[in-house]
């Protein structure tokens, strides 16, 4: 449904905490491969800086690659539910990200729409609901995130925070089957986040026959393995680990150990035990 194969970005003469930019510029993505099955569910994990808004970005086709002078990504493609994001015909990219609802890290809403212009826009674009029907999602969807009084406001009314819950709130309105979220819970307070969290598993569960495959970029540890057991772990651009976190956090490099550990060990047993983390973990760390 989704796939990279090594896919390499360098974005010129950036510098980064990753390094001192190089003449040439600064290769944020080293190579990064993974792919993902209709109706998986998938967190994309890693520091912040390792390149998870770029590998998203690159994957509905919003940035490109590098490619050669010829246009080619060497030995490299990009493949949104199975068309090729850089070369397949236009036509077909733009059916299929018909299908992706995504929200960005920084909401990137339309400034000189309302939040319920907003939200309308999409599901007029992208959906054959009804007005009704629209007023209905509406509703839901705000009431969810707790910004049912924000409907007539400006995203320059909205703090950052509540900009991201409308832009959650934006993608998941359109049904979409490939749905991303950038950050969806960060900066956000625990309850907000579990809320969040949610209605994004919500949007999972609801969609019989047609599997939807979802995908959470997170720097939080805990929200990554609450979202999904599958975790594809990033760093410095490239995939570190993944696989089902479960074994990564037992078995993986020491590196990915320790990421994977050292935001988890200092919490309450009790609420510890609640996310399922490996009996054997459990023992090591809280005896
Ligand atoms: N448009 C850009 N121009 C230059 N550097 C960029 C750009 N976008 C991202 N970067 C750099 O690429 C690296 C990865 O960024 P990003 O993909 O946003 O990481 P993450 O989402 O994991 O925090 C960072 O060092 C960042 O500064
Ligand atoms: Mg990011």
């Not at 929200?103 to 992208?126: I, K």
């Not at 990421?259 to 009790?270: C, H, M």
Request: proline content about 5%; some cysteine; glycine content about 12%.
């Amino acid at each position: 449904m989704i796939s990279l194969k090594s896919v390499k970005k360098t974005f010129p003469g950036s510098t980064s905490r990753m390094g001192p930019a190089q003449t040439g510029g600064m290769e944020v993505l080293k190579g990064v491969s993974f792919e993902l099955q209709p109706g998986e569910r998938v967190s994309l994990l890693g520091p912040g800086g390792c390149g998870k808004s770029t590998v998203l970005k690159i994957a509905v086709g919003l940035i490109s690659p590098d490619k050669t002078p010829a246009g080619e990504i060497p030995r490299g493609s990009v493949t949104l539910g199975n068309i090729d994001m850089f070369h397949g015909a236009k036509v077909d990219r733009r059916r299929v990200l018909r299908q992706v609802g995504m929200a960005f890290q920084q909401g990137a809403l339309f400034d000189f729409m309302t939040v319920r212009e907003n939200l309308l826009f999409a599901m007029e674009n992208m959906t054959e609901l009804t007005p009704a029907e629209m007023e209905k999602v509406l509703k839901g969807l705000l009431g969810g995130v707790k910004l049912g009084h924000t409907e007539g406001m400006f995203p320059y009314e909205l703090s950052g925070g509540m900009q991201r819950r409308v832009g959650i709130a934006r993608a998941l309105a359109t049904s979409p089957s490939i749905a991303i979220f950038d950050e969806p819970t960060a900066g956000l307070d625990p309850v907000t986040s579990t809320i969040i969290l949610n209605m994004i598993h919500e949007l999972g569960a609801s969609r019989g026959d047609n599997p939807r495959t979802l995908l959470v970029a997170t720097s939080n540890v805990e929200i990554a393995i609450r979202f999904a057991d599958r975790v594809i772990l990033m760093h410095e651009g490239v995939v570190i680990a993944d696989g089902p976190w479960q074994e990564l956090i037992l078995h993986g490099s020491e590196w990915v150990r320790h990421f994977l550990s050292v935001r988890l060990i200092g919490l309450d047993l009790d609420y510890a035990r609640g996310l399922n983390l490996p009996q054997e973990f459990l023992k090591a760390h809280w005896g």
